[in-house]
Nanobody, 125 residues
Framework: AQLAESGGRLVQAGGSLRLSCTAS????????TAWFRQRPGKEREFVAA???????TYYADSVRGRFTISKAGDNAGYLQMNSLKPEDTARYYC????????????????????WGQGTQVTVSS
């Protein structure tokens, strides 16, 4: 499966963005998906995850209440980001795996088999 993110851009603090993840296959029906981000000089970190089937969502503490992960059909997913802060500045990646994951495993980059190239989000103060 191939993933492609879009929607990143420069935005002022307090603003909103919606990132999109488009898949070459209908992975959002049967794969666990997630968003990660990587800030300059930092390791890639978990942002949010969505389980297939029940559609349970999981969030990093730093974004809970501000970001929402969702899907639209079987080929696309979204990350709605509200109340953006300068510390949200990062390259955001969409990831997917057909494996069953525990709650903790969903936050681990090595659990995901497919990744997009990322989209840059810059939040100005």
């Amino acid at each position: 499966a191939q993933l492609a993110e879009s929607g990143g851009r420069l935005v002022q603090a307090g603003g909103s963005l919606r990132l999109s993840c488009t898949a070459s296959e209908r992975i959002f029906r049967t794969y666990n998906t997630a968003w990660f981000r990587q800030r300059p000089g930092k390791e890639r970190e978990f942002v949010a995850a969505l389980s297939f089937g029940a559609g349970t969502t999981y969030y990093a503490d730093s974004v809970r209440g501000r970001f929402t992960i969702s899907k639209a059909g079987d080929n696309a997913g979204y990350l709605q980001m509200n109340s953006l802060k300068p510390e949200d500045t990062a390259r955001y990646y969409c990831a997917a795996t057909p494996d069953h994951l525990t709650v903790n495993q969903r936050m681990e980059t090595e659990r995901y088999d497919y990744w997009g190239q990322g989209t840059q989000v810059t939040v100005s103060s």
